[in-house]
């Protein structure tokens, strides 16, 4: 446990048994999946480590990281008093389609803050943490399968965790949407602060989507190159990027010097009875009303920050 965990020790155990029950359930599913690409991403994907954060690694690629945060993304960020002790669960939205460099340089900016006394575990899609190369250098900052066995475990550790339930959906969505808060509808992550008994920080952030803008999510476009068949692919963005100009937002890109605004809003503290993430029409009403007033905190939180820009792009 961390050493400034406060939160009551039947509050620990109760997230601890979550943490069983959750590395039970996807050591099955990941079992069911055994056999073919889709056991292999399983495999490769259920490798995490809540100690594979490499403090070398960090030291060792920092000066290309401030050199981006600082001077590419000319990045502002507050609200660090909004922040409790930890354990915390950190709740955001990313754009930039597959490389979400808003999300990256939050983990950045909270190493610098807190270093290795009070890691960040950020979190990534089991087919980015599947790939060979890729995979093992997310494991080595720290970031973790967005599965609920990972997030519970470090929770249930006194670990902080940023989680961006929006996923594809939220990463993708077209340019002119950028200044909109969307978690989806995926609540998961209300009953996961339930049952590890952790307070909610909503993160707002805006000028991500100006690193890459998104024209199309191409889902049509998907469907009829049978990507959705052939891979599982729903969507097939196209955006403006470097050295491309329009093409596949999957391509190898350099980031457009976007201006990267973010804020911790206040934290959203949530009942600890597990009782309130079953299935229960009145539970579901309250899991309901804190998911609504996460995603009411980012938008505000966005509105705030899109009003200091000063030019319509990279602004």
Same mark, same amino acid.
């Given at each position: 446990?961390?050493?400034?965990?406060?939160?009551?020790?039947?509050?620990?155990?109760?997230?601890?048994?979550?943490?069983?029950?959750?590395?039970?359930?996807?050591?099955?599913?990941?079992?069911?999946?055994?056999?073919?690409?889709?056991?292999?991403?399983?495999?490769?994907?259920?490798?995490?480590? $809540?100690?594979?954060?490499?403090?070398?690694?960090?030291?060792?690629?920092?000066?290309?990281?401030?050199?981006?945060?600082?001077?590419?993304?000319?990045?502002?960020?507050?609200?660090?008093?909004?922040?409790?002790?930890?354990?915390?669960?950190?709740?955001?939205?990313?754009?930039?389609?597959?490389?979400?460099?808003?999300?990256?340089?939050?983990?950045?900016?909270?190493?610098?803050?807190?270093?290795?006394?009070?890691?960040?575990?950020?979190?990534?899609?089991?087919?980015?943490?599947?790939?060979?190369?890729?995979?093992?250098?997310?494991?080595?900052?720290?970031?973790?399968?967005?599965?609920?066995?990972?997030?519970?475990?470090?929770?249930?550790?006194?670990?902080?965790?940023?989680?961006?339930?929006?996923?594809?959906?939220?990463?993708?969505?077209?340019?002119?949407?950028?200044?909109?808060?969307?978690?989806?509808?995926?609540?998961?992550?209300?009953?996961?602060?339930?049952?590890?008994?952790?307070?909610?920080?909503?993160?707002?952030?805006?000028?991500?989507?100006?690193?890459?803008?998104?024209?199309?999510?191409?889902?049509? $476009?998907?469907?009829?190159?049978?990507?959705?068949?052939?891979?599982?692919?729903?969507?097939?963005?196209?955006?403006?990027?470097?050295?491309?100009?329009?093409?596949?937002?999957?391509?190898?890109?350099?980031?457009?010097?976007?201006?990267?605004?973010?804020?911790?809003?206040?934290?959203?503290?949530?009942?600890?009875?597990?009782?309130?993430?079953?299935?229960?029409?009145?539970?579901?009403?309250?899991?309901?009303?804190?998911?609504?007033?996460?995603?009411?905190?980012?938008?505000?939180?966005?509105?705030? $920050?899109?009003?200091?820009?000063?030019?319509?792009?990279?602004?």
């Amino acid at each position: 446990m961390s050493a400034t965990d406060t939160r009551p020790e039947e509050v620990r155990e109760q997230a601890r048994r979550h943490a069983d029950q959750a590395q039970a359930m996807m050591g099955d599913k990941r079992d069911k999946q055994a056999g073919g690409l889709s056991g292999w991403v399983a495999k490769r994907a259920g490798e995490w480590d $809540l100690d594979g954060q490499d403090e070398t690694t960090l030291h060792r690629h920092k000066f290309v990281w401030n050199l981006l945060v600082d001077y590419w993304f000319r990045m502002e960020i507050d609200g660090w008093e909004n922040i409790p002790e930890p354990p915390v669960l950190l709740i955001g939205i990313h754009s930039g389609a597959p490389f979400v460099w808003d999300a990256w340089t939050v983990g950045l900016q909270w190493w610098r803050r807190f270093g290795p006394e009070r890691p960040l575990h950020g979190t990534a899609h089991d087919a980015l943490m599947a790939i060979p190369g890729i995979g093992r250098y997310f494991r080595s900052m720290g970031v973790l399968p967005a599965a609920p066995d990972a997030i519970a475990t470090a929770l249930a550790e006194g670990r902080d965790v940023a989680l961006w339930p929006g996923g594809e959906v939220d990463s993708l969505r077209p340019w002119t949407e950028r200044d909109r808060a969307n978690l989806a509808g995926r609540k998961g992550f209300v009953k996961m602060a339930i049952r590890a008994g952790v307070p909610i920080v909503p993160i707002a952030t805006v000028g991500g989507a100006d690193a890459m803008p998104v024209l199309i999510r191409g889902d049509r $476009l998907s469907r009829v190159l049978q990507l959705d068949r052939l891979l599982r692919l729903k969507v097939f963005p196209l955006a403006i990027s470097l050295p491309w100009g329009i093409a596949p937002a999957a391509l190898p890109q350099l980031p457009l010097p976007a201006k990267i605004r973010t804020r911790f809003m206040p934290a959203v503290e949530v009942d600890h009875d597990p009782a309130r993430a079953e299935d229960k029409a009145h539970d579901e009403a309250y899991v309901d009303g804190k998911y609504r007033e996460v995603e009411d905190s980012i938008q505000h939180g966005m509105d705030a $920050l899109t009003r200091r820009r000063a030019l319509p792009l990279f602004g």
